[in-house]
């Protein structure tokens, strides 16, 4: 295995200080920012936070072009989880078996959608949307509009992070760097 150059190196470090610094910024925008547009709780605030930074590491790839493509997956899955999701929590509380077959659901849909890919984004948002939703069962139905906006702002800052990155390395479109995702 050979080492990598100093070059790549310095590549990684910009990619790794890029990728932190755009998921502080999802992290803030959405716990910190928003929550003052609308009055949610602490732990409301956390979690969305902590969902858009995530949606800002799944986004950010090794060159723009796949950033978009992480993107529109992930929001794509994401919505498919919302739809499932918030039809079932207006008229039902989580339930175990409830659990089970949301994630079924979440999984197919995107599958006979022609969007295979987007599966088991679809499903996995579905399992901790639900789970999240169980611990205030009151406004569970708020949690499937908040995590799909959580995801919208996390998908938008890692692509402008993705965007930052090639400008900063001078790099062209369809260069493919390496990348700590």
Avoid at 13 to 23: G, K, N, R, T
Avoid at 121 to 144: F, G, K, N, R, S
């Amino acid at each position: 295995m050979q080492r990598p150059g100093i070059s790549e190196v310095r590549l990684a470090v910009l990619d790794s200080a890029l990728l932190a610094v755009a998921s502080l910024v999802s992290y803030w925008l959405v716990a910190d920012l928003l929550p003052r547009l609308h009055e949610v709780s602490r732990t409301e605030e956390i979690i969305g936070g902590l969902w858009a930074a995530i949606a800002t590491i799944f986004v950010s790839k090794s060159s723009y072009q796949q950033s978009v493509a992480a993107a529109v997956s992930r929001v794509a899955g994401t919505l498919v989880s919302f739809v499932v999701c918030f039809v079932y929590l207006i008229f039902l509380p989580v339930h175990l078996w409830a659990f089970a077959l949301l994630i079924g659901v979440s999984a197919l849909a995107p599958t006979l959608a022609g969007r295979q890919a987007d599966a088991a984004t679809a499903a996995i948002t579905t399992a901790v949307l639900l789970a999240i939703a169980a611990l205030d069962p009151h406004h569970a139905w708020l949690q499937p509009i908040l995590r799909l906006a959580d995801t919208v702002a996390g998908a938008i800052v890692g692509v402008a992070a993705a965007w930052a990155g090639r400008r900063l390395t001078g790099q062209p479109e369809s260069a493919n760097r390496r990348s700590p995702s």
